[in-house]
């Protein structure tokens, strides 16, 4: 199980909570597959979701897919999604 898994497994059994997954999202580095990384959250994941190639381990990727699974709700996804795009800006 890749870290991204793990930390929204913990999510979704309480074990953690939003803020803290949050804040380990901000505090990592994420995984690109090599293109520009864009500043548009909602360009980059539509382009993710006509990305043809399997899952990237550790990216962000991985968290759209639990929200394509419903396993995230919108307010979650948009909280993770903020705090990864946060990263390594010192926010």
Do not use: C, N
Request: hydrophobic share 45%.
């Amino acid at each position: 199980m890749s870290e991204i898994a793990d930390l929204l497994a913990r999510l979704r059994a309480g074990s953690m909570s939003l803020e803290e997954v949050a804040t380990r999202f901000r505090d990592r580095q994420w995984p690109a597959r090599g293109a520009a990384p864009s500043r548009d959250a909602h360009e980059a994941f539509a382009a993710e979701e006509r990305d043809p190639e399997p899952l990237l381990e550790g990216s962000f990727e991985e968290v759209h897919a639990a929200y394509m699974r419903h396993e995230l709700t919108k307010d979650q996804y948009a909280v993770l999604a903020k705090a990864a795009a946060e990263a390594g800006q010192g926010a």
